[in-house]
């Protein structure tokens, strides 16, 4: 049975003049580390925000874990995990105290989230900036804690929405080296992003969404087979999103 | 449980490192009460111990514009001058110097008062004796009063209506003596009557007594009436820092991790709620304080709490109920933390107003009465009034502590259903 089920569905905003995603389905298997990727509006934030739970889609359906979203999303949020494309901190606490916050929220007990935490900052050495400040950190520090706060209580299904937008290459390494390793202990990962190189690595499966529409899904590697001119997947990308692209 | 003591820790600490909002909190509203206080208490003072400048031209040179000269040289109400420059004021010399503000009030006796007073008494005296008098003319004068344009209309009123209970009183008196002199003419001088004498003493004397259930004198001072009004306006800006933090949890995306995680959005708001009433409870407390022990140290009179203690406790709460639901109300309502600030601050400012906070509710046009009735700036000023200035217990004010409760959970059910609304947009 899938993990995630999307089933025809659509997604309409009141002021726009075509559905933000349009008739999509999809389903992602267990242990999938699946990559959304697509052009900037083209309906991956949308998607993910659905699957969270943020957004109601206009019409069809969403199960996941076999549970309907409309019906079940409080028993959904407690396996589900999700790492905002923005830094949800709080900018004057403490990096510590922002993963005790949330920790405490996905109602992780003391000790064990006090162990968790320790064991995070210190598999992303950031044991000693955890006790300053978030205002004080540099992008990839801020998008470290940020992850973190996402995986406190081992959630089954991790939704990352351009977890490494903006950060160097060091701290964008060892993101996903991290999330690699999540993905081997079990768990689901869903993933957009605007890195074609990176999805190319990461993902085992991935789908590529233009204007609310899914116009191409499989692993990667088979995807750049099945295009005989491409060398990768960024150029599988542009070929399937721009009209007048032409491979060099 | 431990999620609600979590976001109320992390409320906690995001209070305590915002410098700005504990400055609003705390400092700002401290200092305004001080001030307010003082400025209200020095100008009651001006009155009462300075007294108003004001200057008299004594035109008549007679027995009224002596009296009238010599009673407001000793009376506490004004600071009395006759004279400009080491000369004696003219008509036009007080007329500039009261449009130049030298001078709040100037009084003008013009020539002949007196004796356009005696003329009269005398007319009615023959007219009584039932001699012809239509030969006689009656003479009127007018003394005048020039009032400075900048004093405020209830101010001069309130001035003016003394002083000229103060002539009218001196008129009577120098009525009273030309009539005795005109009788003592017609009687002969071989009979002995005793001729009555004018008193001081009135016949019917007016005593002011509050009508306060609290035993013992507490009298209407800048004190006991700046505290309270102060004190509810400052609780109510606790809208500010609140509406800052939905606003910044909005615009720095916690609020986007707070609807996947398994626990409400509301128990965030719950969370801020309790801390932030807290924060009011403490606000209304160090200003209560500062009634009692500051304020006094300034020379100011101490605050009377009045009777009943549990019936502060009871319109504090409903006071920081109220402000707290109303920031949560204008923290859904905005869309960015500038427009949140303009909205709590604006409406706070009007409910202020209409409310009574600067001008009383009593002098306002009845249509604005009416309207005041519907600020919560207004039922709190009248529990609170009710308290320390009518000594009213606990039940008493029962009333206002509903209307703010009821207006708490109006708000809290609005802010509820904008947000639902906006979450499934």
């Known amino acids: 049975m899938a993990m995630i089920e999307l089933k025809d569905i659509t997604k309409s905003y009141d002021e726009a003049e075509k559905p933000a995603?349009?008739?999509?389905?999809?389903?992602i298997n267990k242990n999938e580390t699946f990559g959304l990727l697509g052009p900037n509006g083209a309906g991956k934030t949308t998607t993910i925000s659905m699957l969270c739970g943020l957004v109601q889609p206009t019409s069809g359906s969403i199960s996941i874990k076999g549970l309907d979203l409309k019906l079940h999303m409080n028993d959904v949020k407690q396996f589900i995990g999700v790492v905002p494309q923005d830094i949800a901190l709080y900018p004057t606490l403490t990096g510590k105290e922002n993963l005790e916050f949330y920790g405490a929220m996905?109602?992780?007990?003391?000790?064990?989230?006090?162990?968790?935490?320790?064991?995070?900052?210190?598999?992303?050495?950031?044991?000693?900036?955890?006790?300053?400040?978030?205002?004080?950190?540099s992008g990839g520090m801020k998008r470290r804690i940020n992850?973190?706060?996402g995986i406190l209580h081992q959630p089954e299904i991790l939704f990352l929405d351009e977890p490494t937008v903006g950060v160097d290459v060091q701290s964008r390494s060892d993101i996903m080296h991290h999330l690699k390793e999540l993905n081997a202990e079990g768990m689901t990962i869903i993933y957009t992003s605007h890195h074609m190189e990176e999805a190319e690595h990461f993902c085992s499966d991935v789908a590529i969404i233009n204007n609310g529409e899914i116009i191409t899904r499989g692993n990667p590697l088979e995807l750049i087979e099945n295009q005989s001119d491409c060398r990768n997947l960024e150029e599988v990308f542009l070929k399937l999103t721009k009209p007048n692209f032409q491979v060099k | 449980m431990r999620k609600l003591s979590a976001a109320m820790r992390k409320e906690f600490l995001l209070l305590i490192r915002d410098k700005m909002g504990l400055s609003i909190l705390f400092i700002m509203p401290m200092v305004l009460i001080?001030?307010?206080?003082?400025?209200q208490d020095a100008a009651f003072r001006t009155v009462n111990e300075?007294?108003?400048p004001l200057l008299v031209v004594n035109e008549d040179q007679d027995s009224l514009?002596?009296?009238?000269?010599?009673g407001l040289k000793n009376s506490d109400l004004v600071a009395f001058h006759n004279e400009i420059n080491g000369k004696r004021a003219t008509r036009d010399e007080l007329f500039k110097a009261v449009k130049e503000g030298k001078f709040l009030i100037g009084i003008v006796i013009p020539k002949g008062t007196t004796k356009a007073i005696q003329e009269d008494v005398k007319r009615l005296v023959d007219e009584s004796l039932g001699e012809d008098v239509s030969q006689t003319k009656q003479r009127s004068t007018?003394?005048?009063?020039?009032?400075?344009?900048?004093?405020?209309?209830?101010?001069?009123?309130?001035?003016?209506s003394q002083l000229r209970e103060f002539i009218s009183a001196l008129k009577t008196r120098v009525m009273f003596e030309t009539f005795n002199a005109q009788i003592a003419e017609l009687i002969p001088d071989d009979v002995t009557i005793k001729k009555s004498e004018y008193s001081n003493k009135q016949a019917v004397t007016y005593k002011e007594v509050y009508a306060s259930e609290i035993s013992g004198e507490i009298k209407p001072n800048a004190?006991?009436?700046?505290?309270?009004?102060?004190?509810?306006?400052?609780?109510?800006?606790?809208?500010?820092p609140l509406v800052s933090s939905i606003m910044k949890e909005k615009e720095e995306g916690s609020v986007f991790r707070f609807h996947t995680i398994p626990a409400s959005y509301f128990l965030q708001i719950n969370a801020k709620l309790i801390v932030f009433i807290v924060i009011c409870l403490i606000q209304f407390f160090l200003m209560l304080l500062i009634g009692l022990v500051f304020l006094p140290m300034l020379g100011l009179p101490v605050l009377q709490l009045g009777n009943s203690y549990s019936g502060i406790l009871l319109m504090a709460l409903g006071c920081a109920l109220a402000a707290s639901g109303f920031g949560v109300l204008v923290g859904s309502l905005a869309t960015t933390q500038q427009q949140g600030a303009v909205l709590g601050s604006l409406s706070i400012l009007i409910f202020s107003a209409i409310g009574g906070i600067w001008v009383p509710a009593y002098v306002m046009p009845s249509i604005m009465r009416r309207i005041s009735e519907i600020s919560p700036l207004k039922w709190a000023m009248d529990g609170f009034y009710g308290l320390f200035l009518r000594g009213e217990g606990c039940v008493d004010i029962l009333p206002h502590f509903f209307k703010l409760a009821v207006f708490f959970a109006f708000c809290l059910a609005i802010a509820i259903r904008i947000q639902s609304k906006k979450r499934i947009g």
Do not use: C
């Open chain 2, 50 to 52: 300075e007294g108003i």
């Open chain 1, 147 to 149: 992850l973190i706060a």
């Open chain 2, 65 to 70: 514009g002596f009296r009238i000269e010599a």
């Open chain 1, 106 to 137: 996905y109602g992780v007990p003391k000790v064990l989230l006090n162990n968790r935490i320790a064991s995070w900052l210190k598999k992303f050495e950031m044991e000693k900036a955890a006790n300053k400040s978030v205002s004080s950190y």
């Open chain 2, 223 to 240: 004190v006991q009436h700046n505290i309270p009004a102060w004190t509810i306006f400052a609780m109510f800006f606790i809208v500010l």
């Open chain 1, 21 to 27: 995603v349009n008739h999509l389905s999809l389903s």
């Open chain 2, 34 to 39: 001080v001030i307010m206080t003082l400025i």
């Open chain 2, 142 to 160: 007018e003394i005048e009063m020039v009032i400075d344009p900048i004093a405020s209309k209830s101010f001069v009123t309130s001035v003016t």
